[in-house]
Structure formats: structure tokens, C-alpha cells
């Protein structure tokens, strides 16, 4: 490409045809005129001024036609009709007054009444024969007519043949009615139907000396060409269940009933249409994200590319097909129905099926991201606008800009451009779709060149020294071992229980991986072979799953970045095989959008999960557990993937993360209170104080919650409820289901610890925290507070224990109190992680995290009487500058501190990734000077006889 394409280079850029030139560039306008007026120039002037200050409504289309109960009088005024709306939007497109919406708005209205009108006309005529068809129970029953493609999502084109489909509800027979009395034969709802079909068909496409109306195309029917031409929702059923194929859910997206009741009331005629769409929707959308689907349509939407080249060489119509083409309409469509058959139905805000509407849902839904969803869309409209002049030459369905010069010359004309300025725009446009086509989906098959032993992808033991030669050759050590390994794979019963063709792409994908295709960009923590190793473990885990390793084959950049993954850490390793779900992250746009700017703002999160939750039945509580795990382990990994690619600084991933609790905590308890038997009002009284990380917004991927729940309700059985509530809610937070986990809740913060109840009052909590009978707090649990805050649930609630919170650490406290307390609280838990290794423990050592965090709270309840904004939860690193500006320690010291401290939740970051589980220990010498700087400052606090540790 020679030039980048900007949004402005897809408008006009020379004035567009004034009403007097139109005939000059379509051939059909000017011949219709003719046709209508011959040479009466006036005639011709009038009708053309009405026609292009017309704006086609539904109203007055329906108008044209009101009335009219013949056949033959309505086969006449419909034809004349569409001669009337094409002429008036040929005129008012090309002249610059019609955009593309209401150019296709009006074919897609004019569609949907002559069909409405069509089959409302000699159903009628039919009933007069036969009656009218009844269920089983004599409910009246009506044609049912699905619109595909683009009368579907209601996006027709000028010239576009109509996909429709034929169905009815349910199977029965005619008899007579008040209005139908008089029966000649009793026939069955079937025939009945087929009768009316044969009649509604070429009522539309039949050609008479006043044109058409619409070319129907009923192909897309079950069966094709060799199906009923009227088929009953029992046999769609059937068919979509055990033959419906991959491109049939593509083309079933935007199926859409486009006619209305004829014999039937409108409430029986919606069920008889919900019937119908209660159908389709599992088929088009399933429950799990199947990517499986995209590789056969992948390989379909290869062929036609090859085939439309081959057509024109062949017809030697050298030019370009501005809809089947490299990087033409029918990718951009492809890239946006790809993304909704995967996840719509997950997410029931993409089924959308209009394009544009879908590309927006796309982008709003942070799916793809805004930027390429804004240009896709605006280059959509710049072809489908093409598509359209293309169209009005002749009235053809034609998209083969061809290598005339002067049909290009009255395209480019009709479109405002020169034709060199068109042919630029249009080859920037189609190579930048076919760039964003190529990213997502993998055009050809990585064909390994190597000579692998017979008998391997079986797991037969005698392929190991072969196998361990094809290790060795790529540059593997420890070949035996990973030649076990494989071999204990490709033995897995899961993979014996798959289709041929799944298996073989198992093959694939072991092959790709050891000859370093798709091979992860940085391997920077791990050797090739432990890589290996985890790369096979998640094989393990997705062997029985085809889908995902379908995706791990089609799109090259998620298999990149599944290895980036692996080679992070054992934590991002494990998570994975836990969660495999969450391959799907890895080819997600959003992962670009994330980074230490992005807004700390889960509001649109949990509107977007309670919508989701909306579409589960209430009682289903496994499912909508699934899903709120599902939903916060996807932005969970999302944040990762972000902090792996360096966008995000350790802070702001603890930002992050915490938001990411407090919103799924609303969330859940939302959820759980639904389920609380004897619950009284709608809302809870209810709220959750975060203490520890979370609390202190310096929340880690596997960190646990702590957490205290506090109410205020004068219910008679208020204590009750909220302690069924509060059981129900650590229930729902910790249990383990077919998803996974949420968190680890550790309760032990709340009044009187593990011997106290689970929930408080806020009196209750109140009072123990102000301790005045000498039952209450101890000094530590005020130290607690220091990290405290509201999290989730009542804000009123919140609000209340803020100021009990302030209050306590407002206290006047005797200095040497206090400092033997906080000493001896930091003696205890130095001791509980005693360190007998050379090494410098980054957490619990002298000089480590817990005295800069011990130095921060001793100074905060000690000296928050005297200075109030030392409340104020900001974090150890903020308010190590707050205590410097209040003069309570050196402004220098508390920026080295600082800068330490930040230091040290890096490493102990990074070290969490790969040993979740082991204390951060590192050489002593690597931090002594750090260490230093830390004990200086704890000298100086605590005085320099009060060493940590002794």
C-alpha cells in the first residue's frame, strides 16, 4: 500500500451529479424515462423533480398498495411501485441528496411490504378454497417468511435478489372460518402453504413488460435446491440439530421474520415467530465459544476469493469484485459475523444483524477495538455506496468494477470522485480489510517439513527414539523426556474419543510447536524445554476441547501469545489450565487498550454482567456462578496479558485488581441475596469493609480478601437473615464450580476474630472498635484500620463506618504506648516467618516491606489527632509523602523509602509469577543498600535501640 488511508479519503471529493446529468451515467434511468414519457422533456423534468424531494416511507409504500386484494392488480402496482423507489433513490443517491442508510432502509421497507402484501393477497385468495390453516387445537396458522442476507439485517441492496425462506409453526389442516365459509377440498396446512408459495414467488421475480419487483432466491432453505420449498419448525429443528452446517449459522445470523399475520392475531402470529427464532438461536449462537466453525468458513471464504479471480481472467473482464474480492464487503462482513458467531452467544449484546450495527456493538463491547471498528465501517459504507452506483448503470446485481474507462468514469462520477481518486481509495480501503482480515484469520496451512516416526500421533512407545531425534534436531535437550511426555499426550483417551479431522489438528499443533512455529516473541524466564513442558500440560487440559485447539491453528498471533503466556510464570501457566476458557483473550482486541491510562471504572462491567445474568433463569444458580467467574477471570487475564506486555506499572495493576474485587463483590452479592429465604426488602442493608490489600488497593492476581460485613437493619429477624446472607455470600465467593474460583475469604479481621459472629451491626461494630468497657479492640486492630475501606454493598453503610474508621485513628494516643504495641505486633509476625537462609527475604526481613508498612501505620494512629489528613487510605507510597509534608519524618529519606518500596512490590511481583507460593527471597547483597535505607528510617521512627526482629 502506498499510503496510509484516512477517514477523509472515503468522501467525495468533486461535486456530484446534478439531477440533469444523471442520465448520463445510468442507463437504466434514462431508459426508464423513456419507457415512461418518450421525449416530452417536460414530463420528464416534473417527474424527476418529484421523485428526488420524495423520501420513500413505509407509510407511503404501503399507501401505493392499500386496497388491492387481486393478484393480478397487485403483481402490476407492485412493480410500478419499485420502479418509483429505485428511480427516486437513483436520482437522490447520485445527486448527493440520499445517504447509504436510507437507500437501504427504503429497499429493505419496500422488500418487507410487497412480501407482507404478496402473501396477506393470495393466502386470501387460497382461504377462499380451502379455509384456513389451523393447528391441532384450531388456532389459525400463518406463512412464516424468513429473510436472509441482507434483507435480513436490512441492509438490501438497489439490485439485490432476496434470500427468503418458507416455514409455518405447526402441521394441521384447513376448514372453514366466519370470513372463509365455503371449503371445496380439505387440504393439509402443508399443501396449503406450498400452494402459496408457488404463487408468492413469482408474484415477485416474474418479469412482465413492467419489470419485477425482487429476484427471490430460496437456496439457503434446508436442503438447498432439493428441499420443500415450505418446511414446518419440526423440520427445521431436525435439520439444524443433525445437518446444519458451519455457513448455515453465518447465514442464519441475520434470518429475520419479514411478514406479518394474515389469518392468525398478532399475539398468536409473535409466538408462532418466537417458535421459530426459540429455534435458530442455539444453532446460531452456542452456549461455549466455538471457534471450530471459523476454520471451515475461513477455507469456503479462500475458494470464493480464488473463484472470483478465476471468473473474471476467465470472462476477460479484467476489474475488481468490490464484494468477493481481496479485502472486499463480504470480508468486512466476515470479520464481524466471526466475532459474533464465536461470542454472541455469551454476550447477547452482539446480535446484531445489520453490519454497521454489528461493528459498533463490536467496538462498544470493547471487542474490537474502536479505532479499526470506526475505519471498517466507514469503508463498508464507501463500498456498499460503489456496490450501489455499480447497480445503477442497468439495474443489475453486479460488483465487478470493471477495467472500462468509461464505466469507470460514470462510477466515479456518480460517486463524487475522480477515477483516479477512486481507484486510490479503493485500493487503500480493500488492502487495509484485507490487512485486518489476514490478522484474524490464517489464510494457509503451516505444512511440516520435518520426518516424523511412524506411530508417534498414536502414542506407540516404540516412536520415542524418533521422536527424541526430531527434539534434538530442533534444538531440544532432555529429549527422552519430552518425547514421553508427547507420547503420553497424543495416548490421552480424550483424543481417542474426537473426530478424525480434530485429531489431526492436535497433530498439527504438536508438530507446530516443536519445529518453533507460532513460537512466542520473548522467553525471557524459562528454558526452551520447561516452555515445552507447559505447552504440553495445557495440551493435556484441551485435548477433549477440538475448539480451542482450532483457534490455536487458525490465528497465528493467539498462538504467539499463548506462549508468551506459558513463559511468563508458573502462575499465568496454571491459571491457564484451570481457565482454558480464556484462549479466547488471546486473539482479543482489547488486549491493545489496556494500559496505565485506562480509567480505574468497572461500572460498565457490572451493567454488562447483570445484563448477561438477565438471560439465565433465576433458579439456575450454577450457571450464573459460572458466569460471574467466567467474566471476572476474563478482565483478570486481561490485566494480566496488559501487565505481561509492560503497559501497566505494578500500582496500577493493583488499582486495577482491587476495582476488579469491590465490582465482582457487588455483583455477587447482589446475586445472593436473591437466594436469601425470609429476605424483606429488596436491596440489602448490607456492606463489605475490605481490609489488608484489598483494602489497600494493592491487590495481587492470587491475593485472598480480607474482609469484615457489617448491616444496619431494625428487622425483627434482621441478625438472622444477614448471617444466612453472609454464609451464602463466602459460599458463592469460594466455592469451586465447573468455572473455578473467585477468591479466598479470609474473615478473621471482624470483631473478636474467628470466636466473633460472622456479620456485626453498625453499633455493634461500633462499640467494640471504641473499646470502652475494655472488651473490645485491641491496639492491632486499629493498625487494620489503617487499610480499611468500604468496598461493595450499602454506601450509606459505607459512609458510617468511614467515620467510626476516622474517628478511631483521630484518637489521642500516648506515644510510648502505642510505639511497645506496634513493636510487638512486628516481633510476632517476624517470628512467624522466620528466614534461615542466606537470603534477603523481601517481605519479612529487616529493611524489607513490612517496616516501611509498620512505619506508615505507627505514624497514621500516632499522629492523626494532631494531623487529619493522615487518615486518608492512599497507599504506603503516597503516604509516606504525606507523613514527610506533615515534618514527621525527612522529605529525602521518605522519597528513597519511597522508591524502595515501590522496588520491592516490583520484584516481589515478578517473583509471585513464577513461585506463587515461596517467600521472595533474592541475594543479600543485591538489596543491602535498600535494607539500609529502610532500617535508617525505622531508627529513626522507633529510635535506634528498637531494632526489627530482636
Not at 470493547?366 to 471498517?376: C, H, P, R, T
Not at 471482624?750 to 451491626?761: F, I, K, T, W
Amino acid at each position: 500500500m502506498s499510503a496510509a488511508l484516512q477517514s477523509s479519503d472515503l468522501f467525495p471529493k468533486v461535486p456530484r451529479v446534478s439531477l440533469s446529468e444523471v442520465p448520463e451515467v445510468s442507463a437504466y434511468f434514462k431508459n426508464t424515462l423513456r419507457a415512461m414519457f418518450g421525449e416530452d422533456e417536460d414530463k420528464v423534468r416534473s417527474y424527476v423533480q418529484e421523485i428526488t424531494q420524495m423520501s420513500w416511507t413505509p407509510e407511503k409504500m404501503r399507501e401505493r398498495l392499500a386496497g388491492i386484494e387481486d393478484g393480478e392488480q397487485l403483481k402490476s402496482a407492485m412493480r410500478r411501485l419499485r420502479r418509483d423507489v429505485m428511480m427516486s433513490l437513483v436520482a437522490r443517491d447520485i445527486s448527493g441528496l440520499a445517504n447509504l442508510e436510507e437507500v437501504v432502509t427504503s429497499m429493505s421497507d419496500l422488500a418487507e411490504i410487497t412480501i407482507d402484501r404478496t402473501v396477506s393477497v393470495y393466502a386470501k385468495e387460497l382461504a377462499k378454497r380451502f379455509g384456513v390453516p389451523r393447528s391441532e387445537t384450531g388456532v389459525p396458522q400463518d406463512l412464516i417468511v424468513i429473510g436472509m442476507g441482507k434483507l435480513g439485517g436490512r441492509e438490501l441492496n438497489v439490485s439485490s435478489d432476496i434470500d427468503l425462506i418458507f416455514f409455518y409453526d405447526c402441521d394441521g389442516e384447513c376448514g372453514p372460518t366466519a370470513e372463509y365459509p365455503n371449503v371445496r377440498k380439505i387440504i393439509s396446512n402443508q399443501e396449503f402453504y406450498e400452494r402459496l408459495a408457488k404463487k408468492v414467488i413469482p408474484a415477485l421475480s416474474e418479469i412482465t413488460w413492467e419489470g419485477f419487483v425482487f429476484r427471490v432466491d430460496m437456496r439457503l432453505r434446508p436442503n438447498g435446491d432439493s428441499g420443500p420449498i415450505v418446511g414446518s419448525s419440526d423440520m427445521l429443528e431436525e435439520y439444524l440439530m443433525t445437518q446444519g452446517r458451519d455457513w448455515e449459522r453465518f447465514a442464519w445470523l441475520k434470518g429475520r421474520v419479514v411478514n406479518g399475520p394474515v389469518f392468525a392475531s398478532e399475539e398468536d402470529f409473535n409466538i408462532q415467530k418466537k417458535n421459530i427464532n426459540d429455534i435458530v438461536r442455539p444453532f446460531v449462537y452456542r452456549k461455549y465459544l466455538d471457534f471450530g466453525a471459523i476454520s471451515s468458513l475461513t477455507d469456503l471464504h479462500a475458494k470464493i476469493r480464488l473463484s472470483t479471480q478465476k471468473r473474471a481472467l476467465e470472462s476477460l473482464k479484467e476489474g475488481q469484485n468490490i464484494k468477493l474480492g481481496r479485502g472486499g464487503i463480504r470480508e468486512i462482513e466476515f470479520i464481524a459475523q466471526t466475532f459474533q458467531v464465536i461470542r454472541g452467544g455469551r454476550n447477547p449484546f452482539l446480535r446484531e444483524r445489520s453490519t454497521l450495527k454489528a461493528l459498533q456493538a463490536l467496538a462498544s463491547e470493547n471487542i474490537l477495538a474502536k479505532d479499526k471498528a470506526e475505519m471498517l465501517s466507514k469503508i463498508y459504507v464507501f463500498l456498499r455506496n460503489m456496490e450501489h452506483a455499480l447497480q445503477y448503470e442497468n439495474d443489475q446485481q453486479t460488483q465487478l468494477f470493471a477495467a472500462d474507462p468509461e464505466h469507470r468514469t460514470r462510477i466515479a462520477k456518480m460517486l463524487g470522485f475522480t477515477v483516479e481518486d477512486l481507484q486510490k481509495q479503493l485500493e487503500l480501503s480493500t488492502e487495509y480489510v484485507a490487512a485486518r482480515f489476514d490478522e484474524i484469520f490464517q489464510t494457509k496451512e503451516e505444512v511440516s517439513e520435518e520426518d516424523w516416526p511412524l506411530g508417534w500421533e498414536n502414542g506407540a512407545p516404540g516412536a520415542l527414539p524418533g521422536l527424541a531425534k526430531v527434539l534434538e534436531r530442533n534444538g531440544f535437550k532432555e529429549t527422552e523426556e519430552l518425547g514421553q511426555l508427547i507420547l503420553n499426550l497424543m495416548s490421552l483417551r480424550a483424543l481417542k474419543l474426537i473426530n478424525a479431522g480434530a485429531r489431526q489438528r492436535m497433530i498439527t499443533l504438536v508438530k507446530n510447536t516443536v519445529e518453533g512455529k507460532n513460537k512466542p516473541e520473548h522467553l525471557k524466564l524459562i528454558s526452551r524445554e520447561e516452555l515445552l513442558r507447559r505447552y504440553i500440560k495445557f495440551y493435556e487440559v484441551i485435548a477433549g476441547r477440538p475448539t480451542y485447539v482450532s483457534l490455536l491453528l487458525q490465528y497465528p498471533l493467539a498462538a504467539k501469545r499463548l506462549g508468551d503466556v506459558l513463559g511468563s510464570g508458573k502462575w499465568a501457566a496454571e491459571y491457564l489450565n484451570r481457565h482454558p476458557l480464556l484462549l479466547d483473550e488471546l486473539w482479543d482486541e482489547r488486549l491493545s487498550q489496556i494500559d496505565d491510562y485506562t480509567p480505574v471504572d468497572f461500572s460498565f462491567y457490572i451493567e454488562r454482567t447483570r445484563a448477561r445474568l438477565a438471560d439465565i433463569p433465576e433458579d439456575d444458580q450454577e450457571t450464573r456462578m459460572n458466569l460471574i467467574r467466567e467474566v471476572h477471570h476474563a478482565r483478570l487475564f486481561r490485566l494480566f496479558l496488559a501487565d505481561m506486555a509492560g503497559r501497566l506499572t505494578v500500582e496500577r495493576l493493583a488499582d486495577q485488581l482491587s476495582a476488579l474485587a469491590d465490582a465482582t463483590l457487588e455483583i455477587v452479592m447482589e446475586e445472593v441475596w436473591k437466594t436469601v429465604p425470609g429476605r424483606h426488602i429488596e436491596r440489602p442493608k448490607f456492606a463489605i469493609v475490605a481490609y489488608g490489600k484489598l483494602g489497600g488497593k494493592e491487590l495481587a492476581y492470587a491475593s485472598d480478601l480480607d474482609l469484615v460485613f457489617l448491616f444496619e437493619d431494625d428487622a425483627q429477624d434482621a441478625e438472622k437473615i444477614y448471617m444466612r446472607f453472609a454464609r451464602r455470600l463466602i459460599n458463592w465467593l469460594t466455592a469451586t464450580t465447573g468455572s473455578g474460583v473467585l477468591f479466598d475469604v479470609d474473615m478473621r479481621l471482624r470483631p473478636n476474630g474467628e470466636s466473633g459472629m460472622l456479620v456485626s451491626s453498625v453499633d455493634s461494630f461500633e462499640k467494640y472498635q471504641k473499646n470502652e468497657d475494655g472488651t473490645g479492640a485491641w491496639l492491632w486492630e486499629h493498625q487494620a484500620l489503617t487499610r480499611a475501606r468500604y468496598a461493595a454493598g450499602d454506601r450509606d453503610i459505607g459512609d458510617k463506618f468511614e467515620k467510626i474508621r476516622i474517628e478511631i485513628l483521630r484518637r489521642e494516643r500516648n506515644a510510648g504506648e502505642t510505639k511497645a504495641e506496634v513493636l510487638k505486633m512486628r516481633q510476632r509476625m517476624h517470628d512467624g516467618h522466620p528466614n534461615k537462609t542466606e537470603l534477603f527475604d523481601v517481605k519479612h526481613d529487616e529493611g524489607g516491606m513490612v517496616d516501611v508498612e509498620f512505619i506508615v501505620q505507627y505514624l497514621v494512629l500516632q499522629y492523626s489527632s494532631k494531623f487529619p489528613q493522615l487518615v486518608n487510605n492512599f497507599g504506603n507510597i503516597k503516604m509516606l509523602e504525606m507523613v514527610s509534608d506533615a515534618g514527621l519524618i525527612p522529605k529525602d529519606l521518605a522519597f528513597e523509602v519511597s522508591a524502595i518500596y515501590r522496588k520491592y512490590r516490583r520484584i516481589q511481583h515478578e517473583f509471585r509469577l513464577n513461585s506463587p507460593s515461596v517467600p521472595v527471597r533474592v541475594p543479600k547483597e543485591e538489596f543491602a543498600e535498600e535494607a539500609q535505607k529502610v532500617r535508617a528510617l525505622w531508627s529513626l521512627v522507633f529510635g535506634p535501640s528498637e531494632g526489627q526482629g530482636t
